[in-house]
Nanobody
Framework: QVQLVESGGGSVQAGGSLRLSCVAA????????MGWFRQAPGKERERVAT????????YVADSVKGRFTISRDNAKKTVTLQMNNLKPEDTALYYC????????????????WGKGTQVTVSS
């Protein structure tokens, strides 16, 4: 049984930092793609950052580039999203996601999902 378990969400003021972690169980972590999506109320789920678990190649959305960093630890089957200089517009439910082989922009292409962790940034 595949499980992705997120942790690390919370509430911070603008300019603050949070670190999200996702641990994968029952899933062949590499080679594949792991990453983070987010969904704010009334908006579509969007890709924030993804990483190829084999090569380590990353994608980071323009809206968070320079502030968010994604990394992985294949031995621990963990993907981490370091979020710095958070802004109110980063407020959303953040989901960990995984899929086989290459990464994709479309959330529907991902096979596995966590339950989500809430990030709230106040001004």
């Amino acid at each position: 049984q595949v499980q992705l378990v997120e942790s690390g969400g919370g509430s911070v003021q603008a300019g603050g930092s949070l670190r999200l972690s996702c641990v994968a169980a029952g899933f062949t972590f590499s080679p594949g793609c792991m990453g983070w999506f987010r969904q704010a109320p009334g908006k579509e789920r969007e890709r924030v950052a993804t990483i190829l678990t084999g090569s380590g190649g990353t994608y980071v959305a323009d809206s968070v580039k320079g502030r968010f960093t994604i990394s992985r630890d294949n031995a621990k089957k963990t993907v981490t999203l370091q979020m710095n200089n958070l802004k109110p517009e980063d407020t959303a439910l953040y989901y960990c996601a995984g899929k086989w082989r290459s990464c994709s922009t479309a959330y529907r292409d991902y096979d596995y999902w966590g339950k989500g962790t809430q990030v709230t940034v106040s001004s």
